[in-house]
């Protein structure tokens, strides 16, 4: 029988274990947009639930179950993260009132949850979490049909989990022509793998989380580190060419090699039959691909000033910094309020011009989050309760936030939660400005909820990873475009991008253009855009810009 103790120990060694492997999960994504990351979201999700049980004394299997189901409704990140949290919500009802449990209990709890998540999802898709968690509840009832032993059962469970991930690919398309199985059904069965390694021995699987915390993702050691060897850079210029060889010419490059010693360091000089490879650091670019002519033709040069390069990194640090001393005061300042007003607003909106644009247009708070940001329904809870307010209307202003905010709504019994379901920022500003105050609340939420439906939207961002989406071969770091949520650009400028997205946005009927410059895109970049728009629109479209200051997209574009 599995006890509150080893249940307790089972939920915090699946935390520990999908930490552990997060990454893993993450890189299991295959859309190139930078994205809220499903390993990420679930291990953030569990390990709500693994903070309150490590603080639990000894207690029966239904109150832990409980207690682990409460804290990861609240700390739900993501669909993922909110899929998850349903399932172990089930799970608690399914133990409720027990001691202890055997395996058809656990089975009968996984159930439960499972019924929940699948009634969560308005188009619940085969190949994904969902199916991984179906296929592994109906293993389990087949086998506590005849063999109750919680182990026996949680093994059977994992396994077709296993076999339910492999099979992932058959069922979706996309996945099978990326070669990857479904990120949060890999989650999900590396959850189930550590609660199996307690019921079965006892054995909690150890996580460092301090030591992890410690050290920063990739992109922030990269700045940070960018911005400590500032002051080490002895040379300005990462300098690289390939030369093509000239037959006719010497192709001693002992000497290429000791002339560029004298103009810089890092010097590396490769060669073969047909070509040489170089990369000097210097302060004399000119010079060192003058002596590579000497060799034969300049295939392909690559200039880069470090020290500008530092310097964007610091800068970029900075701004992380102040961002999170930001959030870290806003949420200082959520109060709980009674409801004594009619209406408020809550939005979900990174970016200092997109936040401020959002109070302007009436929100009380703006919580921080949007894509790869994934806002917690406990901040979204935070903010609803802080705003004094009868009806409370929600914006998540992104598809993967939405289930994180509707999950808010059963929390909150002194007011109604109204989440209306927008998946961009364009949606949510239009819906936000359709509120009209002449009309009875009810009314004017329904007006809300209507007005969005038609609000083209197209996004500037980079490729996160290497794939490849019907006739485009998108490589790390390539500018696309997307339009209404479909990959439709792929550029190497963000100016083209935008303009390029934007014209096919545009149709007869449209009559408002809105560009959103974000976090990295310069003054001159955004009035370019709109320079060439007003040129090409402006005549029979209003077009208005706005610097959001946005992280991911480097422009949001909006079409009405």
Not at 180 to 199: N, Q
Request: charged residues 25%; proline residues 3%.
């Amino acid at each position: 029988m599995i006890n509150g103790t080893c249940l307790k120990n089972a939920i915090i060694s699946g935390a520990n274990n999908i930490s552990k492997n997060r990454s893993a999960i993450d890189d299991l994504n295959i859309f190139p947009v930078p994205d809220g990351d499903t390993g990420t979201n679930m291990s953030m999700t569990i390990n709500s639930a693994a903070a309150v049980l490590k603080e639990m004394d000894e207690a029966d299997a239904g109150i832990v179950a409980g207690k682990a189901a409460s804290a990861m409704l609240r700390g739900a990140r993501g669909n993922s993260g909110v899929i998850l949290s349903l399932i172990f919500r089930g799970f608690s009802q399914g133990l409720k009132g027990k001691e202890s449990a055997d395996g058809a209990d656990l089975t009968e709890a996984l159930g439960k949850g499972v019924e929940a998540a699948y009634k969560a999802v308005m188009k619940p898709t085969e190949g994904t979490i969902l199916t991984v968690a179906r296929m592994a509840y109906e293993a389990g009832t087949e086998l506590a049909a005849t063999d109750t032993d919680p182990v026996a059962v949680w093994s059977a469970i994992v396994d077709a989990a296993q076999k339910a991930l492999d099979l992932t690919p058959e069922l979706l398309p996309v996945l099978k022509k990326a070669n990857v199985v479904d990120a949060g059904g890999k989650g999900l069965l590396t959850i189930f793998e550590g609660m199996l390694s307690v019921f079965r021995d006892g054995t909690v699987i150890e996580y460092d989380a301090e030591a992890d915390d410690a050290k920063p993702a990739e992109e922030d050691y990269f700045r940070s580190a960018a911005a400590q060897f500032d002051s080490d850079i002895t040379f300005t210029y990462c300098t690289e060419f390939i030369v093509g060889k000239d037959p006719d010419v010497h192709t001693d490059t002992q000497e290429l090699r000791e002339y560029l010693k004298t103009i810089g360091d890092c010097v590396v000089v490769v060669d073969d039959e047909e070509i040489i490879k170089v990369h000097v650091h210097t302060e004399n670019p000119g010079n060192a691909l003058q002596a590579g002519l000497d060799f034969g033709q300049l295939l392909k040069v690559k200039v880069e000033n470090m020290k500008e390069q530092h310097r964007k990194a610091a800068e970029a640090e900075e701004r992380a910094k102040a961002r999170l001393a930001e959030r870290m005061e806003k949420e200082q300042e959520l109060s709980v309020k009674e409801p004594t007003e009619e209406i408020g607003f809550v939005a979900v909106a990174a970016g200092e011009g997109l936040v401020q644009l959002f109070k302007d247009c009436g929100c009380s708070h703006v919580v921080s989050g949007g894509q790869s940001m994934n806002p917690s329904t406990q901040d979204i809870l935070s903010a609803v309760l802080a705003i004094p307010a009868k009806k409370v209307v929600v914006l998540p202003n992104n598809k993967n936030i939405i289930m994180a905010a509707e999950q808010a709504v059963p929390l909150v019994d002194d007011r109604e939660v109204v989440v209306i379901p927008t998946r961009t920022i364009p949606q949510g500003i239009s819906a936000l400005l359709s509120y009209d105050t002449e009309l009875e609340a009810s009314l004017a939420i329904d007006v809300m909820k209507d007005s969005f439906k038609d609000v083209q939207t197209g996004l500037v961002t980079f490729a996160a990873r290497n794939s490849e989406f019907g006739s485009h071969k998108i490589k790390e770091n390539d500018i696309i475009g997307l339009e209404n949520g479909k990959l439709t650009v792929n550029e190497k400028d963000i100016v083209k991008a935008a303009v390029k997205l934007t014209k096919s946005l545009v149709s007869k009927d449209s009559s408002f253009i809105t560009v959103i410059s974000g976090e990295g895109v310069s003054q001159e970049q955004a009035d370019k855009v709109v320079d060439i728009l007003t040129s090409k629109f402006g005549k029979d479209m209003e077009i208005t810009y706005v610097n959001g200051g946005q992280p991911v997209y480097y422009f949001i574009i909006s079409v009405e």
